[in-house]
């Protein structure tokens, strides 16, 4: 029997909560369809998120994509269907992904990380990009290029040392209607490996604490800069992370397990911690950076 799970028609990292939502209700070995043939537009967390639901199956998932030619077309720029072929049983029809015109929106394409040598391959890739987004249209300081660079090699290596399996990444620049009324970057990196309580844990030495749970993992990771590694500076990948967000006022979201940890600014009313979510394995990151207003 299969179980049809039912994409919004709007896929960001708060109505994707509802597809994990349906998901916990399935066990990992039961076959699922990921029905998108309403969805009209998705984020690119929208679209690495799916690709993590894919990659948490025990059972290969089915999938149908979005019946709407220009949302399905989007898709493909983005590099989705490349990928998605790779993780899904394809259902209905597969638009071939054409070239992505310089001027697009779509800074990095979907893109698989699961080596060190992909992330540099990913910050190689988007660095000249970058510079014209970051200082021309987001109005940053030009040294926020090379930082913004680190922030996304930084995001790419958690995978890597982090979820014990491979994961995706995908960055655009878009005008947050609602939430900003300007435009922003937005980067999303999702795996569905190990999380990080699972990965604290396997760290030598480690005992469990009164309070251990997923909640309580993000915070070490986050906020206190807790790493399984031992070496010295070893977790400090995420100290580095917040500290460019917060110095651009941007948001950095990291959810993991069951809980959901928040670097909230002023534009935004997201809870800093949730915890008793849907479980889904591995991390979902999304960090936005917005358009710098500056004085008249």
Same mark, same amino acid.
């Given at each position: 029997?299969?179980?049809?799970?039912?994409?919004?028609?709007?896929?960001?990292?708060?109505?994707?909560?509802?597809?994990?939502?349906?998901?916990?209700?399935?066990?990992?070995?039961?076959?699922?369809?990921?029905?998108?043939?309403?969805?009209?537009?998705?984020?690119?967390?929208?679209?690495?998120?799916?690709?993590?639901?894919?990659?948490?199956?025990?059972?290969?998932?089915?999938?149908? /994509?979005?019946?709407?030619?220009?949302? &399905?077309?989007?898709? $493909?720029?983005? *590099? #989705?269907? !490349?990928?998605? %072929?790779?993780?899904?049983?394809?259902?209905?029809?597969?638009?071939?992904?054409?070239?992505?015109?310089?001027?697009?929106?779509?800074?990095?394409?979907?893109?698989?990380?699961?080596?060190?040598?992909?992330?540099?391959?990913?910050?190689?890739?988007?660095?000249?990009?970058?510079?014209?987004?970051?200082?021309?249209?987001?109005?940053?300081?030009?040294?926020?290029?090379?930082?913004?660079?680190?922030?996304?090699?930084?995001?790419?290596?958690?995978?890597?040392?982090?979820?014990?399996?491979?994961?995706?990444?995908?960055?655009?620049?878009?005008?947050?209607?609602?939430?900003? /009324?300007?435009?922003?970057?937005?980067? &999303?990196?999702?795996? $569905?490996?190990? *999380? #990080?309580? !699972?990965?604290? %844990?396997?760290?030598?030495?480690?005992?469990?604490?009164?309070?251990?749970?997923?909640?309580?993992?993000?915070?070490?990771?986050?906020?206190?800069?807790?790493?399984?590694?031992?070496?010295?500076?070893?977790?400090?990948?995420?100290?580095?992370?917040?500290?460019?967000?917060?110095?651009?006022?941007?948001?950095?979201?990291?959810?993991?397990?069951?809980?959901?940890?928040?670097?909230?600014?002023?534009?935004?009313?997201?809870?800093?911690?949730?915890?008793?979510?849907?479980?889904?394995?591995?991390?979902?990151?999304?960090?936005?950076?917005?358009?710098?207003?500056?004085?008249?």
């Amino acid at each position: 029997m299969t179980t049809v799970i039912t994409v919004p028609l709007s896929l960001d990292d708060e109505t994707f909560e509802e597809i994990f939502e349906q998901l916990a209700a399935v066990s990992p070995e039961q076959k699922v369809l990921i029905d998108a043939r309403r969805t009209r537009w998705a984020s690119p967390y929208g679209l690495t998120a799916l690709l993590a639901v894919a990659q948490s199956r025990a059972e290969r998932a089915a999938f149908a /994509g979005p019946d709407h030619e220009e949302t &399905a077309s989007y898709w $493909a720029r983005a *590099g #989705f269907y !490349r990928h998605a %072929e790779a993780v899904f049983e394809m259902h209905g029809r597969v638009p071939r992904q054409r070239e992505v015109p310089w001027e697009s929106t779509v800074l990095l394409e979907i893109t698989d990380v699961s080596a060190s040598d992909d992330v540099h391959t990913v910050v190689e890739r988007i660095q000249a990009r970058a510079q014209a987004i970051l200082v021309h249209e987001l109005h940053l300081d030009p040294q926020a290029t090379l930082r913004f660079a680190m922030t996304l090699s930084e995001v790419c290596q958690n995978i890597v040392e982090h979820a014990g399996q491979g994961g995706w990444v995908a960055v655009q620049s878009y005008h947050f209607r609602q939430r900003l /009324g300007r435009h922003a970057v937005v980067i &999303a990196v999702c795996d $569905a490996g190990l *999380g #990080f309580r !699972r990965s604290l %844990e396997s760290t030598p030495g480690w005992k469990p604490r009164d309070r251990w749970d997923d909640g309580a993992a993000l915070e070490d990771a986050l906020v206190r800069g807790v790493s399984r590694y031992r070496d010295p500076g070893r977790g400090q990948g995420l100290a580095g992370v917040r500290k460019f967000v917060g110095r651009w006022n941007g948001k950095l979201s990291i959810r993991s397990g069951t809980a959901r940890i928040a670097i909230v600014p002023a534009w935004d009313d997201a809870v800093p911690l949730q915890e008793g979510l849907p479980h889904f394995p591995g991390a979902q990151v999304q960090i936005t950076i917005p358009e710098r207003v500056t004085a008249a």
